[in-house]
């Protein structure tokens, strides 16, 4: 009698509800782990864009300040920038010649062994300079292009084939910005125009 | 004996259906939030790419319109048939065509009511290189990233100049400028070669069903940036 009275108050899960309990957690864990993969690579996505916009303004601030500030240099500057470099339509090159004196060249540079390309600035006496200073953002050196409006030098009414021309270049390149596995390219075209106004008038 | 039977059985309590249909319903509000949560930071992450770009281009527009202006200045004679403020008489120097154009000059004269222009590039004139192009449509910008020679996003074939819509098949970019003369007030209201000119650029972009194609720019700011600068004719103003 003892047994059987203390039997009765004995109250346990059956079977079928822990079964179905499982099944429930089962359900609700993987749809959450589901949620945080989802939530990682979104995040991971985040910062490669973060990354990416701050990457590319610090890109084409550096290079609006060496224009704006200098003057579009049509001569040989280093052994990268050459004279007529402007009128090849692959041209890569930009010479820029600053308020002090100085010349300078920018061009690709491969900064790793997968042929990942970046740009650089030297100055007649040498320096090198990195214009993006990232290491995890690179240039598609196959897309990479300054195209510079007028392709001659302006600055001289007699010889120059466009006298007069306010000079301009558009900058299109298409950037590589990774992440852990991830990576986002982005095509990107810009233009810049000089804010020289020594240009002789015609 | 009967009765304590019945007592064990009404004393199994358990979920009513109102209170497992409640349990149901938070369960599934908090999950589809959560999904909603992580699909619009997905979504915004690429809005961001895309901002980017659009920015670029945007900035191109600008600078497009304001080195035509120097080039105006550049290549034009100066005049001393302009507007003083402060005689009020038509005696100072300007480059009175810096609006008009002229021979191997950039008509950038809009309108006071405003004018649509598309930005072209004009292959075949080697000495102006972009081209205004009054348009009331075909704003879209085509890739080219295998041979970008002009540039990446080109506005149209080269050198047709005639433009493309903003279709689902290309960038889906679409950029108009739109240069509008300003004379509401003084100096610029005074004189024909005192004007100021507004130029805005609109870059848009089509991104699935929450931004869908078009060639026009949407009105709000969803998939959209908007550029404005003023020009002024401000260069060797003396008497």
């Known amino acids: 009698m003892n047994s059987r009275t203390y ?12 079964i179905v309990a499982t099944t429930i957690f089962v359900i609700t864990v993987s749809a ?47 052994t990268d920038c050459a004279t007529g470099n402007y009128s090849q339509s692959t041209n890569q090159t930009l010479a820029i010649l600053t308020v002090d004196g100085d010349l300078l060249c920018f061009s690709l540079r491969t900064v790793s062994s997968q042929g990942q390309m970046n740009l650089q600035k ?14 995890s953002m690179y240039i598609k050196p196959g897309t ?19 006298p007069g021309i306010q000079p301009m270049v558009t900058i299109a390149a298409e950037f590589v910005v990774e992440e852990g596995n991830s990576s986002v390219t982005i095509p990107y075209q810009t233009s810049i125009s000089s804010d020289v106004y020594d240009i002789p008038n015609l | 004996m009967k009765n304590i039977f019945l007592k064990t059985k009404t004393s199994q309590s358990g979920q009513t259906l109102i209170e ?38 945007a900035r191109e527009g600008v600078e497009a319109v304001k080195n035509m202006r120097d080039t105006n200045w550049l290549r034009s004679a100066m005049t001393t048939n302009c507007f003083n403020y402060f005689t009020q008489a038509s005696n100072a120097s300007c ?14 004269a809009g309108a006071t009511t405003g004018t649509n222009y598309r930005l072209g590039i004009d292959q075949a004139q080697a000495t102006a290189y972009w081209k205004l192009t009054s348009a009331t449509n075909n704003y879209g910008l085509n890739l080219n990233t295998t041979n970008p020679t002009y540039g990446f996003y080109i506005p149209g074939t080269i050198p047709t100049l005639s433009g493309t819509s903003v279709t689902a098949s290309n960038t889906k970019f679409g950029r108009r400028i739109t240069i509008l003369q300003d004379g509401t007030f003084a100096p610029f209201s005074s004189a024909t070669y005192l004007r100021r000119v507004k130029v805005s650029v609109d870059v848009w972009w089509a991104d699935g069903t929450r931004c869908p194609v078009s060639d026009t720019p949407p009105t709000g700011s969803k998939c959209h940036i908007k550029l404005e600068t003023y020009l002024t004719n401000w260069k060797n103003y003396e008497l």
């Open chain 2, 20 to 57: 497992t249909l409640v349990a149901a319903f938070v369960l599934v509000m908090g999950i589809s939030a959560s999904i909603g949560l992580a699909s619009y930071s997905l979504r915004a992450t690429t809005l961001s790419t895309k901002q980017i770009i659009a920015m670029g281009l």
């Open chain 1, 7 to 18: 039997k009765s108050h004995n109250f346990g899960f059956t079977l079928i509800e822990i």
């Open chain 2, 95 to 108: 480059y009175q065509n810096w609006l008009s154009g002229g021979t191997a000059l950039y008509n950038i």
């Open chain 1, 122 to 135: 030297i100055t007649t006496t040498g320096t090198l300079e990195e214009v993006i200073n990232s290491s």
């Open chain 1, 32 to 78: 959450i782990l589901v949620l945080f993969g989802f939530v990682l690579r979104t995040n991971r996505e985040v910062q490669i864009n973060r990354k990416a916009a701050q990457s590319i303004r610090n890109f084409t601030e550096v290079l609006a300040r060496e224009i704006r500030n200098g003057k579009i240099y049509y001569g040989t500057a280093g």
């Open chain 1, 144 to 162: 990479f292009r300054f195209i510079i409006q007028p392709e001659t030098d302006p600055y001289t009414q007699s010889g120059g084939l466009y």
